[in-house]
């Protein structure tokens, strides 16, 4: 991690098309040692939403680390967000403009866009953004909290009370978002920060998991496997598949770790390991 984090980060990541679509439109790209996570789930047509998509991760891991690395570390100040978060920001909506661009200046790039979602670790916070309704969840104490705020048709209409949360899980427009990167030229960017506590864990992802898998069985499923996060991406992706596998789907884990001696990283590691262990015990009995 850069001076401006005092933890580690522990990451893993996995992405696959589904069970029904022959092509990727995710994107995903991850710094460990800059403490940056980010995803994006494209639309627009045949390969225009992996083209976009790519385009937002490359830029905002581009962008970013060229302005983290330019900015001297600092503590937070008062302001309401700290330099690092207003960095996102402008990193998110320079991308916007660079993806709306290219889709107006190439035909077959029309109506592209993508969602985006991320998150910076420094000075002990975390700096979530999001635009559409790619997700960020935290796992905390064995509780799974949905840290991001859908920007989605849908959403607005259970917030109108034209639907219930139930009805909303099968509706058919769920996957119309009300907000994307390279729709329009400007966009507005959700920002956050959020207090970090050792052994938090932060799982962004598209909507081809939270579509195909309940909150309660990804809680389930990454509070079992924490002392393993390959097994838990690669976990998230297949229960998603096997529950139908309607769109793509991608999954970034990043476990947060104290900054301290490796022997304290050990016994962490040992003490997730036989938890992880008697659970499964228990499960297979």
């Not at 627009?44 to 939403?49: D, L, P, Q, R, S």
């Not at 949360?165 to 907000?179: P, T």
Request: proline fraction near 2%; charge should be negative; include cysteine.
């Amino acid at each position: 991690m850069t001076a401006r984090s005092h933890f580690h980060l522990e990451v893993a990541s996995a992405t696959d098309a589904g069970a029904i679509r022959s092509f990727n439109e995710d994107s995903i790209a991850a710094d460990s040692n800059l403490g940056l996570l980010v995803l994006a789930d494209g639309m627009g047509g045949y390969k225009a939403g992996d083209v976009a998509s790519s385009i937002a991760t490359g830029l905002v891991m581009d962008y970013l680390k060229r302005m983290l690395n330019e900015m001297a570390p600092s503590p937070i100040q008062s302001a309401r967000l700290s330099p690092e978060s207003m960095a996102v920001k402008s990193t998110i909506e320079k991308t916007n403009l660079a993806i709306y661009k290219t889709a107006q200046t190439d035909n077959k790039y029309t109506g592209m866009g993508t969602t985006i979602v991320l998150i910076l670790f420094h000075h002990g916070l975390a700096t979530i953004a999001h635009v559409g309704d790619s997700r960020l969840y935290r796992l905390r104490q064995g509780r799974l909290e949905l840290l991001t705020h859908d920007h989605s048709l849908l959403q607005e209409q259970v917030e109108m009370g034209l639907i219930s949360s139930e009805d909303a899980k099968v509706s058919h427009n769920r996957n119309l978002v009300s907000r994307a990167l390279g729709v329009e030229a400007e966009i507005k960017v959700d920002v956050s920060e959020h207090n970090v506590q050792p052994n938090d864990i932060y799982l962004l992802c598209s909507d081809g998991l939270n579509d195909m898998v309940d909150d309660a069985d990804i809680e389930l499923a990454v509070s079992e496997l924490r002392a393993n996060l390959p097994l838990a991406a690669s976990q998230l992706v297949q229960m998603a598949n096997d529950n139908g596998g309607h769109d793509n789907v991608s999954v970034l884990i990043a476990k947060v770790r104290n900054g301290g001696t490796g022997e304290h990283h050990l016994m962490d590691r040992l003490f997730d390991w036989l938890k992880s262990s008697r659970i499964n015990t228990l499960w297979r009995n």
